[in-house]
């Protein structure tokens, strides 16, 4: 068989239903998330297999797994439903104008007030546009826009992936937030620059941090300034929920390192002092950013969603990053 004639025989359907099969590592759960019954699905693939030539799937105990020819079907096969995708999406464009459907992924606390205040803005400007969004971790979101299954993912950029084209939103200091009382016994001064009163970080050296888990971006970059300054602090605490570990300063029980914004999300009893530290307010920043695949199509609408994120996610003009 020719190269042409796989080509030609070859459908969108068939890209997918592998694709599902390889995610599920099952007949059965593909079959429910695709809504057809398994012997169908069973009877499609051994098909498929014929009209290839070659196997796609083995079997591993219960689980099934993708053949090398498989993994070299589905790798190029996702390429084209890329290219389908972006087909419809400039079509779309082209045929609707300003309705649609936008597909927004967000990190769990940059949700909080961002999303509320985005989905609203955006509806009032494109009342016909339907917009689906979903709450991830930042590496998940990088993945889903990768297998186009979202348009635009709006995260905090740690590291750099080729892939993936970065508009950045806002950059936000790294800063600590500490109790009143802690504040009140730090040599802080005011600095030129400083958003907020300068403490040298390295007389903290003992005292004690509320860390974040090692796979999290604050707990990232906690390290490498710990590691800049040659200091290694106790640890108070170690937790995932970054509002916990902030009201947990607030009320004297460590100090905590992240970007400034998160103390904008939270309405606190008692609300914790920031404190600016380093050679600048931008040297230990962390870029908010709106991530799109660079090899999808970036259509109008999800172009309009980036420059409306600029324009309210600011500390000047968002109402909760008041000072």
């Known amino acids: 068989m020719s190269e042409s004639d796989y080509c030609a025989r070859l459908e969108f359907r068939d890209v997918e239903y592998v694709a599902t ?3 599920e590592h099952s007949f059965s759960r593909a079959a429910e998330k695709l809504h057809v019954t398994q012997p169908a699905l069973s009877i499609y693939i051994r098909n498929l297999e014929k009209r290839l030539e070659l196997p796609l799937f083995s079997r591993v105990g219960k689980k099934i797994f993708l053949t090398f020819a498989g993994q070299c079907f589905l790798d ?4 084209m439903l890329l290219l389908r995708d972006n087909i419809q999406r400039q079509l779309n464009d082209i045929k609707l104008n300003q309705s649609g459907l936008l597909r927004i992924g967000f990190t769990p606390t940059r949700g909080i007030f961002f999303l509320p205040v985005m989905l609203n803005a955006f509806r009032e400007r494109y009342p016909k546009v339907k917009i689906s969004y979903y709450e991830r971790a930042a590496q998940q979101l990088e993945t889903m826009l990768l297998r186009g299954e979202l348009d ?3 995260f905090n950029q740690y590291s750099v992936n080729s892939k993936i084209t970065y508009h950045e939103i806002i950059s936000d200091p790294t800063v600590l937030f500490v109790s009143a009382e802690l504040a009140d016994k730090l040599r802080t001064r005011r600095r030129k620059d400083f958003g907020h ?3 040298d970080l390295k007389e903290l050296a003992e005292t004690p941090f509320i860390r974040n888990y090692p796979e999290q971006n604050t707990e990232r970059m906690a390290q490498i300034i710990f590691r800049d300054y040659n200091i290694m602090p106790p640890v108070a605490a ?3 929920n970054q509002l916990t570990a902030l009201n947990l300063a607030a009320y004297g029980y460590g100090v905590y390192m992240a970007v400034e914004y998160f103390v904008y999300n939270v309405y606190f009893d008692i609300r914790p002092v920031i404190l600016s530290f380093g050679q600048s307010q931008s040297q230990y920043a962390l870029r908010f950013v709106a991530a799109t695949a660079s090899e999808a199509y970036c259509s109008t609408l999800a172009k ?3 420059a409306l994120a600029r324009e309210k ?3 000047k003009e968002y109402p909760h990053f008041s000072a």
């Open 21 to 23: 099969i390889a995610d």
């Open 76 to 79: 190029n096969g996702k390429q």
């Open 152 to 154: 635009i993912a709006f």
């Open 197 to 199: 009163p300068w403490v």
């Open 238 to 240: 170690q937790i995932g």
């Open 304 to 306: 309009e969603f980036i």
């Open 313 to 315: 996610y600011t500390y």
